[in-house]
């Protein structure tokens, strides 16, 4: 009985680890399935999530890409025909590039060096992502004023000239590149020579103030002694002294040059009101200063110069190009032109390769 009693005991004790093991285990596969359970619903949310979050992350890259904007600050010497155009130009292909996502911060300087500096100043204190120096005095202040915006210039005759550069080869380097409206000036005393070529005495005429004026004439007066003219300088330092130095060169002179020189350009009416009465016929270094002054000139265009330096600053600000590895542009050609009132009015006759300029 004892024995019995003893099995039956040791049976019982057994079914009741039995009964502990399997509650333990249901508990702990329980617990184990409902953790897996959670564990999966847990790991499906963050999965989704992220999904959600990696594609609002590109589409906000896509967009920021998308919606990325230039600021171009523009300043531009003073307000006449050639400068107008290459602004103009500038713009159109700067747009054409980038549509809406380029803005423009446009001022002229009304032909003040000083303004030219203020005018920099603020395009740096705003930091710009691109500034058009349009014409030397605003290139000088670009350069004066930032080395790190990058600097495009247009208008602008001699880069090493204007910026003070000695044996300069065609590359500015750092953060300046740009246009040039340089004319073959050989080829502007040549014109001279073949409409004038009776003429003694040329006049010089440009302000002092421009240092690419004073390229010019030296360049010339070369040329032109070269065909055996004589020369003689008229320099003014700005418009108030104009006039004067006008009639002085009208009353001692055959024929006038004047070069691609701002201040002239924008007081063109000044010089024709003293030239055309006196009888005296104007080369111009440019068409602008040739339809307000001028009998003849050979010159580019400017809004195609324009359109030149916006397709520059575009490869710029995409990043497609260095502005410090970027030679400057020089307009791809030129053409005789000349005023055909204005000839008509001193009787200067023109050969038929010459443009007459739209008036």
Do not use: W
């Not at 803005?103 to 000083?114: L, M, P, T, V």
């Not at 210039?153 to 500015?172: N, P, R």
């Not at 497609?320 to 050609?333: F, H, L, N, R």
């Amino acid at each position: 009985m004892k024995k019995s009693a003893k099995v039956l005991s040791m049976a019982l004790a057994a079914a009741m680890m039995l009964s502990l093991t399997a509650c333990s285990g249901g508990a702990d596969g329980a617990a184990s399935t409902e953790a897996a359970g959670a564990a999966g619903e847990k790991s499906d949310a963050p999965a989704g999530t992220d999904g959600a979050e990696n594609k609002e992350s590109e589409d906000k890259n896509d967009s920021a890409e998308t919606e990325e904007t230039y600021t171009v600050g523009i300043c531009q010497l003073v307000q006449h025909d050639a400068l107008d155009a290459a602004t103009l130009g500038f713009k159109d292909a700067l747009t054409e590039a980038l549509g809406d996502k380029v803005k423009f911060d446009e001022q002229n300087a009304q032909g003040d060096s000083n303004t030219c500096s203020t005018i920099i100043n603020s395009f740096v204190s705003s930091d710009v992502d691109l500034i058009l120096a349009n014409a030397t005095p605003a290139l000088q202040a670009a350069q004066a004023g930032t080395n790190e915006i990058p600097v495009l210039g247009t208008s602008v005759t001699e880069y090493g000239v204007a910026l003070g550069i000695d044996g300069f080869t065609g590359t500015v380097g750092g953060n300046i590149s740009g246009t040039s409206d340089l004319a073959p000036l050989d080829e502007q005393a040549a014109m001279l020579h073949e409409l004038f070529p009776d003429a003694k005495k040329v006049g010089l005429l440009y302000c002092s103030a421009e240092a690419n004026s004073q390229y010019q004439v030296d360049t010339v007066k070369a040329a032109l002694e070269e065909l055996g003219y004589t020369c003689e300088y008229y320099a003014f330092s700005d418009s108030n002294d104009l006039s004067t130095i006008v009639t002085k060169a009208a009353g001692e002179s055959d024929v006038i040059y004047v070069p691609t020189d701002n201040t002239a350009a924008a007081n063109a009416e000044i010089v024709n009101n003293i030239c055309q009465p006196a009888g005296v016929p104007v080369i111009a270094g440019e068409e602008g200063i040739c339809r307000g002054c001028g009998v003849a000139t050979l010159s580019i265009s400017y809004y195609d110069l324009g359109v030149g330096t916006g397709k520059m600053a575009a490869k710029i600000l995409t990043g497609e190009a260095d502005i410090s590895q970027m030679p400057i542009e020089y307009a791809p050609q030129f053409t005789k032109k000349y005023n055909k009132s204005l000839c008509e009015a001193l009787g200067v006759t023109v050969p038929d390769d010459y443009v007459a300029i739209e008036e």
